[in-house]
């Protein structure tokens, strides 16, 4: 990558290059990674975690929530707290693989002994990777290996979900900050003499610095003496070396003499527009090579490249050159010299910002790396050696013919491409290896379908992200679409594809289809509602266009995604504003949200698509304070339910919620006094929530039940904080019913965020979220839930949880000694076979599953009609089909009727 010196080997051995085309041409043709190996690794993982969490008795330690919340209809920010979780475990073999983080916390307020715990919840979904700040994104540049961790620097406002400012450590299980971070951007990392150095634009103790060096706790000025941003480190015959730039009057390349900076060489150019800048520095061939922007050096022409003996410096024959900015950036020192920057020639040789110097003059590699049509704008950053070839990255489409997109493979005779597709943004500006495997940096959001957000480490033939399987935003909603779990959402950066959307594969995230999702410019865009019809899936929410079949097309709002690409649906572009929820009813499809056809003329909160035109439903929905939102719909017994922030429907009074049966609209008794944000229909019931404290008259804390003539309350309610509780979200989760929002309490017991209503009373579901609940849906059985958050039951979580097992309720204690009671699997850790007891307080269809921490079953136990009272399983470590599994925990899920257990146990080969 950028600065560093190259690994010594001539990347045109003829060894190298039959073995690199077909390793990757053959890896075109291979299956998806192996999923048991994956689940493998991370059965290991999570039972060295498990076994030395044991052994240490270690208490569990809270981890922060660090941004302000945005809900969907409201952009105040309320702040949230917590602390930095601690790692308790690593995998020793191997820390830079993805592991399931071994992260846990204590919830705020501790859950009541009568509910579930948090064994269900996954614990690999953990934040993915850089999170920037609008409008600026993230741009990640640098990365070097320090004390056993892996230090990465950019320009970023977090990593991995904590905030980390510019620079931060990779332990092999999860992301931390380095002391306070380096505000201004950090550029170039480097280990010299066994410190750590960053250079940048650095701001420390109030002033600019140029460089910085790690004490092991915090970052100080490394002296004067520079004077410009650095942009590159390289050691050189046991020296560090420097390049600065980029400024109007010149720039630098100054050596560390251990007290202060000495400028070696200074770097001009002759076109005014033009500032001078040494962007790359590498060591090769006994002397100190430096590329970037430049016509001359100590007076000496040099286009763009020159050479330092340690007495002066001398171009490399004519340089590189072309185009409306020629540069020199990215370097590999092999045999030969490889160069990468922007340029269509190379001492007079025509060469696409890619070359080759052997000392003595300059070749082409092939038909180099660009965009067609559009020479000397592409560029190439960054180079990495491997085995099967000498990787490339950057900002290009092609080379030649073949398409490459900002990855591209030397075999020894062209550039091929290697099957990857980073996109999302600009480029890739690193290329390193970490424990045998390649490491990209950039400022990508996505390699080979998968979200990464900047960095994404290279295995088992695909790229995976550093860190987690979050998604790449907020999720605001959640469906079941073609089998996949799909979510819309926001994502809290600027950026031309906002990542609004994506689908869940069972090991990541993807966007759908190819085509970018709905873009929007502003930090706000995103998607709010869901809605599948058949084989289709409407979207909703804050976007005015999106890049469909035929190109772009403006849809203000509404589109329609046919599991293969999108189609616009545009509402009249006088009426725009926020798609908030979508509804399905008699044949048509309804949006509700906040519209507005002028400044001083809201919308009706509620359109209807006839399918060729969008048009008001029923006079509309009113609101005495201007602003009309309907952010919630359900049908029930052949009424649309309308839901959210209005005080009359059709002319009549309604109070932020309504019906509508086809031809007029009917008022919900005296309605809510707060606004409604979730409905669902649960046991034959209307079941609302918001943030409301009174549903017709009564007294319902952000909770309540029309069963179509009255309301009713469903226990105690919500407490919230500070001020009332907020439901945004409701869904039936098998005969329960579960509650997403913002809250501290359900029924006056502790409940962070989630709630289970068992038809008596509600439960806290674990140690909960620690912030905002938006999303709630169930997929496969399981119970997942999104929203603004970086914790689920105790978990690394990182805006997405997800309950592999079914929900527990609470248990009185009077119920103990006569309800299904599993005990503990004998022995355990086991190794062949361990036994699990358990008792019936009376004959009941009995099923007792294994599971995989993945979530995924790996062995039926039992499944039949049991006698009360007590019986014994003998389990001996094998799949459903016989075969022997590998070391690792396991769940054992006992279900008995309505009744549900959960223990673990630790298979050791």
């Known amino acids: ?378 560029s190439v950053s960054t180079f990495l050696l491997r085995p099967e070839g000498l990787w490339a990255g950057g900002s290009f489409f092609a080379s030649g013919s073949e398409s490459v997109n900002n990855l591209a493979l030397w075999d020894g005779n062209q550039w091929i491409d290697p099957g990857y597709w980073p996109m999302g943004a600009w480029c890739i500006f690193g290329l390193a290896e970490c424990a045998g495997q390649p490491v990209a940096l950039g400022d990508f959001y996505w390699i080979d379908g998968r979200y990464c957000h900047g960095i994404a480490r290279f295995y088992e033939i695909r790229w995976h992200p550093l860190g987690g399987y979050g998604p790449a935003a907020w999720p605001v909603e959640m469906t079941t679409y073609r089998g996949e779990l799909v979510y819309g959402g926001f994502d809290d950066e600027v950026s031309y594809f906002v990542n609004s959307a994506g689908a869940w594969t069972g090991d990541g995230w993807t966007r759908l289809g190819w085509d970018p999702v709905p873009t929007e410019f502003g930090p706000f865009g995103g998607i709010m509602a869901l809605e599948v019809v058949e084989d289709d899936l409407y979207v909703g929410g804050y976007f005015e266009s999106l890049f469909g079949a035929g190109g772009e097309e403006v849809c203000h709002g509404v589109a329609r995604w046919d599991g293969s690409s999108w189609h616009g649906m545009s509402m009249d572009s006088t009426s725009v504003g926020i798609v908030v929820d979508l509804q399905w009813y008699e044949g048509e499809l309804y949006a509700g949200g906040n519209y507005w056809v002028s400044e001083d003329d809201p919308g009706p909160g509620l359109l209807r698509w006839t399918g060729t035109v969008w048009e008001t439903v029923g006079g509309g929905l009113d609101a005495q304070s201007g602003e009309v939102i309907v952010g919630a719909m359900a049908v029930h017994d052949g009424l649309l339910y309308c839901g959210g922030r209005f005080d009359a429907a059709g002319g009549s009074p309604a109070a932020n919620i309504a019906a509508w049966d086809g031809a007029a609209w009917l008022p919900l008794g005296a309605g809510c006094n707060g606004a409604v944000r979730a409905l669902v229909v649960h046991d034959g019931d209307l079941v609302v929530g918001g943030a409301f404290d009174l549903a017709g008259g009564t007294v319902s804390h952000s909770i309540a039940r029309w069963d179509g003539a009255t309301w009713s309350t469903l226990g105690s309610g919500f407490t919230g904080s500070e001020d009332v509780a907020e439901i945004w979200s409701l869904t039936d989760f098998g005969e329960l019913l579960v509650a997403g929002g913002a809250f501290v309490a359900a029924d006056d017991l502790p409940a962070n965020n989630l709630a289970v209503w068992n038809g008596a009373a509600w439960y806290a579901l674990g140690s909960g979220a620690d912030g905002t609940v938006f999303a709630l849906a169930v997929h496969e059985g399981e119970l997942w839930v999104g929203g603004d958050f970086l914790h689920v039951g105790g978990n690394a979580s990182h805006r997405v949880g997800r309950w592999l097992g079914p929900p527990v309720v609470g248990i009185d204690d009077s119920d103990v000694a006569t309800a299904l009671r599993l005990d503990n699997a004998t022995p355990n850790p086991f190794n062949p076979r361990t036994t699990i007891a358990f008792t019936l307080d009376r004959s009941e269809r009995v099923v007792l599953d294994v599971l995989g921490v993945d979530g995924r079953r790996v062995a039926r136990l039992v499944e039949e009609t049991l006698a009360a009272g007590p019986h014994r399983v003998t389990w001996d470590g094998r799949d459903g089909h016989g075969r022997p599994l590998p070391s690792g925990v396991y769940l054992m899920c006992l279900q008995a009727g309505s009744q549900r257990r959960a223990g673990k146990a630790v298979l050791l080969r």
């Open 1 to 378: 990558m950028d600065g560093s010196a190259g690994t010594g080997l001539d990347h045109r051995c003829p060894d190298l290059a039959p073995a690199g085309r077909t390793a990757i041409r053959q890896s075109r043709d291979l299956p998806p990674p192996s999923r048991i190996a994956r689940r493998a690794c991370l059965i290991l993982i999570a039972m060295i975690t498990a076994l030395s969490a044991v052994a240490a008795d270690a208490p569990f330690v809270a981890a922060p929530h660090r941004q302000p919340l945005r809900g969907p209809w409201r952009f105040d920010p309320v702040p949230l707290g917590g602390r930095r979780a601690q790692p308790i475990a690593i995998d020793p073999s191997d820390p830079w693989r993805l592991v399931a983080p071994a992260h846990r916390s204590t919830p705020s307020t501790a859950p009541s002994p009568r509910d579930p715990g948090d064994e269900f919840w996954w614990d690999a979904l953990a934040a993915e990777g850089a999170r920037g700040d609008w409008p600026y994104g993230y741009q990640l540049r640098a990365a070097v290996e320090y004390e056993g961790r892996w230090i990465v620097g950019g320009v970023f406002v977090e990593m991995g979900g904590l905030v980390t400012d510019n620079v931060a450590a990779w332990d092999g299980t999860s992301w931390s900050a380095l002391g306070n971070g380096l505000p201004g951007g950090v550029y170039a990392l480097v280990v010299h003499e066994g410190q750590l150095i960053a250079g940048g634009a650095l701001e420390l103790a109030g002033g600019q610095y140029w460089a910085a060096i790690w004490d092991g706790a915090s970052w100080s000025p490394l002296s004067t003496g520079l004077g410009e941003s650095v942009q590159a480190f390289c050691i050189h015959d046991g020296d560090l070396y420097a390049g600065c730039g980029l400024s109007t009057g010149g720039s630098r390349v100054a050596r560390w003499s251990g007290g202060s900076w000495q400028t070696v060489g200074w770097f001009t150019s002759t076109d005014p527009a033009r500032m001078p800048g040494v962007l790359g520095l590498v060591s090769h061939g006994g002397r100190l090579v430096a590329g970037g922007y430049f016509d001359a050096v100590d007076d000496i022409l040099a286009a763009n490249v020159a050479g330092w003996d340690g007495e002066s410096w001398a171009p490399l024959g004519a340089g590189v050159s072309g185009g409306d900015w020629p540069y020199a950036r990215g370097f590999h020192s092999g045999g030969d010299l490889v160069v990468g920057g922007q340029f269509t020639q190379a001492g007079g040789v025509p060469a696409e910002n890619v070359a080759r110097w052997d000392g003595a003059q300059w070749h082409a590699m092939g038909d180099g790396l660009g965009i067609p049509g559009w020479p000397g704008s592409a």
